[in-house]
């Protein structure tokens, strides 16, 4: 018995598979969309030219300058310095008691201006949130505001007029039967002055960003939380507080991250040579080092130092963020 077998139609025969096209990788598609971004909006981009240059001017460029932390420089000669040194100028100022003790004033004022000035814009806020009169509520921003758009010169004048030896506080003292105090010479005033200073200055501008982001909290959470029985510290800790964490978490971050650079112009306009003990911190001394004694290499690997420093605390803050509450910079 035998079996035939039909041929298959022409054109029915088994084809070798088509090959399938190549995939886009994903590199290609994002500078594919990158492009077409750019085109779209070349308007909106424009407007990041003049700050990119300003960065790259004032920030990036003068970093090449740090070099001479590691060769001795002469005022006159060689750019970048005439000859290599190594680490000379780093064993000198970390066998320099003066340093340490302006480290350990610069962890102070920066310490004690983390844990004062953080928080009150955060409190200020909240407060103005709760009135509801406009009025009251717009005269209470202005007047906060208004130090903030005054010159740092203005703030340490007003300081140092305001608690002079015939002062107004002083003159207040006097009349509840006080000694005059002399804050500005004595030492152990500076660090209270300083901060609260920086308090009257800068609290009242704090407050636009948190005011700001209690705008984007849904109101139908403080809805279900008077239904719950919720008063009205309640809502603040369970609704309010959660609702403005990031913004709270990305300012600490960026606040951790200048910790040790503590304001060098008021520093340099309150203190005084009596107040050298608790007021002379790195920045200070950088300058009376670098400019005043022209120890430039000097005062370069003390600058370079405090950079590093200030590297490490906020790469330390971002990850510590992102690992308990979820929220970073990057």
Same mark, same amino acid.
């Given at each position: 018995?035998?079996?035939?077998?039909t041929?298959?139609?022409?054109g029915?025969?088994?084809?070798?598979?088509?090959r399938?096209?190549?995939r886009?990788?994903?590199?290609?598609?994002?500078r594919t969309?990158?492009?077409?971004?750019?085109?779209?909006?070349?308007?909106?981009?424009?407007?990041a030219?003049?700050p990119?240059?300003?960065?790259l001017?004032?920030?990036?460029l003068?970093m090449?300058?740090?070099i001479?932390?590691?060769?001795?420089?002469?005022?006159?000669?060689?750019?970048?310095?005439?000859?290599?040194?190594g680490?000379?100028?780093?064993?000198?100022?970390?066998s320099?008691?003066?340093?340490?003790?302006?480290? $350990?004033? %610069?962890l102070?004022?920066?310490?004690?201006?983390l !844990?004062?000035? /953080?928080p009150i814009?955060?409190?200020l806020?909240? +407060?103005?949130?709760?009135?509801?009169?406009?009025?009251l509520?717009?005269?209470?921003?202005s007047?906060s505001?208004?130090?903030?758009?005054?010159?740092?010169?203005?703030?340490a004048?007003?300081?140092?007029?305001?608690?002079a030896s015939?002062?107004?506080?002083?003159?207040?003292l006097?009349?509840?039967?006080?000694?005059?105090?002399?804050f500005?010479q004595?030492?152990?005033?500076?660090?209270?002055?300083?901060v609260?200073?920086?308090i009257?200055?800068?609290?009242g501008?704090?407050?636009?960003?948190y005011?700001?982001?209690?705008?984007?909290?849904?109101?139908?959470?403080?809805e279900?939380?008077?239904i719950d029985?919720?008063?009205r510290?309640?809502?603040?800790w369970?609704?309010?507080?959660?609702?403005? $964490?990031? %913004?709270?978490?990305?300012?600490?971050?960026?606040n !951790?991250?200048? /910790?040790?650079?503590v304001?060098?112009?008021?520093? +340099?306009?309150?203190?005084?040579?009596?107040?050298?003990?608790t007021?002379?911190?790195?920045?200070?001394?950088?300058y009376?080092?670098g400019?005043?004694?022209?120890?430039?290499?000097?005062?370069?690997?003390i600058?370079l130092?405090?950079?590093?420093i200030?590297?490490?605390?906020i790469?330390?803050?971002?990850?510590?963020?992102?690992?308990?509450?979820?929220?970073?910079?990057?």
């Amino acid at each position: 018995m035998s079996t035939s077998t039909t041929p298959a139609p022409p054109g029915t025969q088994d084809q070798p598979p088509a090959r399938a096209a190549p995939r886009r990788g994903k590199r290609a598609n994002a500078r594919t969309g990158w492009r077409r971004a750019l085109r779209r909006d070349w308007q909106l981009y424009s407007l990041a030219v003049l700050p990119l240059v300003f960065f790259l001017v004032f920030r990036y460029l003068p970093m090449i300058g740090n070099i001479i932390a590691f060769r001795r420089f002469e005022p006159g000669g060689s750019l970048f310095g005439e000859e290599w040194v190594g680490l000379r100028y780093v064993r000198m100022f970390l066998s320099d008691p003066t340093f340490w003790q302006v480290f $350990r004033n %610069t962890l102070w004022l920066g310490g004690l201006t983390l !844990v004062f000035c /953080f928080p009150i814009p955060i409190v200020l806020a909240l +407060l103005l949130n709760e009135v509801r009169r406009r009025s009251l509520k717009r005269f209470v921003q202005s007047v906060s505001y208004l130090p903030h758009f005054l010159s740092i010169v203005i703030v340490a004048g007003i300081t140092l007029q305001m608690l002079a030896s015939d002062g107004p506080v002083n003159h207040v003292l006097g009349l509840l039967g006080h000694d005059p105090v002399r804050f500005i010479q004595e030492p152990e005033w500076f660090r209270a002055v300083y901060v609260g200073s920086e308090i009257w200055q800068t609290a009242g501008w704090g407050t636009i960003l948190y005011l700001a982001a209690l705008t984007t909290i849904d109101e139908d959470l403080y809805e279900a939380a008077r239904i719950d029985g919720a008063n009205r510290w309640q809502q603040i800790w369970h609704v309010t507080l959660p609702g403005i $964490r990031p %913004t709270m978490i990305t300012l600490l971050i960026l606040n !951790v991250g200048t /910790f040790m650079a503590v304001g060098f112009e008021k520093v +340099l306009l309150l203190y005084n040579p009596l107040t050298y003990p608790t007021a002379d911190v790195i920045s200070t001394y950088v300058y009376r080092s670098g400019v005043e004694s022209n120890s430039f290499s000097y005062a370069a690997a003390i600058g370079l130092f405090e950079a590093i420093i200030g590297l490490v605390l906020i790469t330390s803050a971002n990850q510590l963020s992102r690992r308990t509450v979820g929220t970073s910079l990057w």
